[in-house]
């Protein structure tokens, strides 16, 4: 792994104890401004994050081999939703009101339609690289996976693509969806579907 490589996986750490520190402040002195730097770290310091490594190393769609000398954006860009990923309550907590979730997965670069419910525990690991339509609904821990690594001799192969839920498409929970998938208009998805990379669903 490249240094620069190395230095983003320590981003998730930072803002841990960025977030440990403000709940430190908050109790040992409440009020307006440890609320907000708390927020701020747990919300806006990761899009910002990933917003600026997006314009010098944008995510390459397509495979690439995770171990070389180059630096990886995915790897970096992964790191930077790292915390979502292991604290998967703080997104829970945008759900709650309608509209929001959406809202916030639009910072990342996500196209993202009209009227989407999306249940409390829905599981996204690549935020920017998700297309969805109007009036869909994406039912109870369905996993949207943009990225695949599979081994490959002595290195591990990274395949990238974004995955497309078109308008009026209802997928049922526990779902599974690799990357490139694509759900078709207006498409009854049954629960626990698998949908494998670049995969058409009907």
Not at 8 to 26: E, K, R, T, Y
Not at 95 to 101: A, D, E, F, T
Not at 167 to 179: C, E, K, T, W
Request: with cysteine; proline share 6%; charged share 15%.
């Amino acid at each position: 792994m490249t240094l620069a490589g190395r230095a983003v996986a320590l981003f998730p750490v930072a803002i841990l104890a960025g977030m440990l520190a403000c709940l430190v402040w908050l109790c040992h002195a409440p009020g307006l401004a440890p609320a907000a730097a708390l927020l701020a770290v747990s919300y806006v310091v990761p899009v910002a994050a990933f917003r600026a490594h997006q314009a010098v190393w944008p995510i390459k769609i397509g495979a690439t081999h995770l171990g070389g000398r180059r630096y990886v954006p995915w790897w970096g860009a992964h790191q930077l939703q790292y915390i979502y990923i292991a604290l998967p309550q703080l997104e829970a907590l945008l759900r709650i009101v309608p509209g929001l979730y959406s809202a916030w997965l639009r910072l990342w670069g996500a196209r993202i339609g009209r009227r989407v419910h999306w249940t409390p525990n829905v599981d996204i690991s690549d935020r920017s690289l998700l297309e969805v339509g109007d009036d869909v609904v994406i039912g109870h821990r369905t996993a949207l996976y943009a990225h695949l690594i599979r081994k490959s001799k002595d290195n591990l192969l990274l395949y990238v693509k974004p995955i497309c839920i078109e308008s009026d498409a209802f997928v049922g929970g526990y779902s599974i969806f690799g990357p490139g998938v694509r759900i078709k208009a207006g498409a009854n998805i049954d629960g626990e579907a698998r949908g494998y990379p670049n995969q058409v669903l009907r």
